[in-house]
């Protein structure tokens, strides 16, 4: 038996819980979709509550992912895979986490601003904070600064996330954040920018909360500021 088969001759329901949950972070790194699934499936027949299977195995295993992401071990097509994991692990619980009550971290509305059509760092952005709990709404590409505002009447997020990948619709960004101060609900969400082009002196000048260079800083980002927030 050659080592690149161990893997699949692992039987999940044999291991103990703390051994299931490793080999699940494992499954996770490598975007082993199915894997995920029935991993998860095993820990709620052993009794396992939802949001414990959410917080020890799947955010914790996407924690890692998204460290290694950041150091530049991971690259964006993995990263990909394994937010494709977790979200075969999501489908089975976010019923039962609605079922339960299970507030999210916190709500999130991503779009792509107007103009722009590029959406790789969204989408990643997106799962990634899915991957950590968060509720995410996402507008697609192409927003328009009344997308903006119809889905923060509707969702009430904590957060609005604008990406851009052109020098040309960066300052969009700033128009929706000046519409934001002007109808007095700048102060309702943290709002986080991104996009290749942008940089920290771009995000203080257009009023936004913070920039985050990847996907991975925007989870942490997101996570502090959220916690401050309700701190104060």
Known sequence: MSDENLDDDIDLSALPDDELVEQMHDDLYDGLRDEIVEGTEILLSRGWSASKVLDEALVEGMRIVGIDFRDGILFVPEVLMSANAMKGGMGILRPLLAETGAEPIGKMVIGTVKGDIHDIGKNLVGMMMEGAGFEVIDLGIDNP????????????????????????TMPYMK??????????????????????PLNEEFGKAVGADAYCRDAAVAVETAQNLISQRRAA
């Open 175 to 196: 128009v929706v954040i000046d519409t934001l101060v002007e109808k007095g609900i700048r102060d309702d969400c943290i709002v986080l920018v991104g996009g290749a």
């Open 145 to 168: 600064v009344e997308d903006y505002l119809a889905a923060i009447e509707e969702h009430k997020p904590d957060i609005l996330g604008m990406s851009a990948l052109l020098t040309t």
